[in-house]
């Protein structure tokens, strides 16, 4: 029996999904998840449309090998770092998608240019660039991280993380959006407005109350049931 085969197969469907939204090229890229002590992985250099459950990887939270047939992702140590940091992550999305690798070399901060950002934790800082797969690589990222969803990675990609993949995937496709929006903005030769801290809040609080209100009229309809 393949250790944890369904969450193995949800990851080589959610690395697929990347590929065929061009959020990704050939190889490049990574997804995880954490399970209990153990963290689920992509392999390194292996082509998304091949991927079986005995391709992905399953370490410890040390990065320790369990199981599977391939060498895991070189971002790997990304990973654990940030899971090691973050106890409440339970999915990352790394890719090299086009335009929020453009955006990473112009700009060491992502303005809040719609207000969906707040999803991600308001404006979107770049982590200064470091090898890839290195322990400078971690540092730096887990430099800017806290209180986001979401992070740039100079000359480099993004990473996105969620308590589950669906929301890790969400975050990732939402990063892109609003950078690709950016530079379409600033291609215009204007000056784009950017969003205050003020009008996020304002933002957040109404999506907290749709959120109520869905919540109790969901309740109110159970009740009659």
């Not at 991927?51 to 410890?60: N, P, Q, R, S």
């Not at 060498?71 to 654990?80: I, Q």
Request: charged letters at 20%; glycine letters at 6%.
């Amino acid at each position: 029996m393949t250790l944890y085969k369904e969450q193995r197969l949800e990851l080589a469907k959610t690395a697929l999904s990347l590929k065929t939204s061009r959020l990704v090229v050939n190889t490049s890229g990574n997804v995880s998840i954490r399970v209990g002590e153990h963290v689920i992985v992509t392999p390194s250099a292996t082509a998304y449309d091949d991927l079986t459950a005995e391709d992905i990887c399953v370490l410890g939270l040390d990065g320790s090998w369990v199981d599977g047939e391939r060498r895991p992702s070189s971002e790997t140590p990304l990973h654990l770092a940030v899971y090691a940091a973050n106890p409440n992550v339970n999915a990352i999305v790394h890719t090299h998608s086009v335009h929020a690798t453009a955006v990473s070399t112009l700009i060491d901060r992502l303005p809040a240019i719609h207000y969906q950002m707040v999803n991600l934790g308001g404006e979107i800082p770049v982590a200064p660039y470091a090898t890839f797969g290195s322990a400078d690589l971690a540092d730096s990222v887990l430099s800017v991280l806290p209180g986001k969803k979401a992070a740039l990675m100079q000359n480099h990609g993004s990473i996105t993380i969620g308590a589950t993949l669906p929301q890790a995937l969400s975050h990732t496709i939402l990063l892109e959006w609003c950078c690709e929006v950016w530079l379409k903005a600033v291609s215009s030769g204007k000056t784009s407005s950017i969003l205050s801290e003020s009008q996020l809040k304002q933002t957040r609080d109404q999506m907290r109350r749709i959120s109520d209100e869905i919540s109790k009229s969901r309740a109110d309809r159970e009740k009659l049931l």
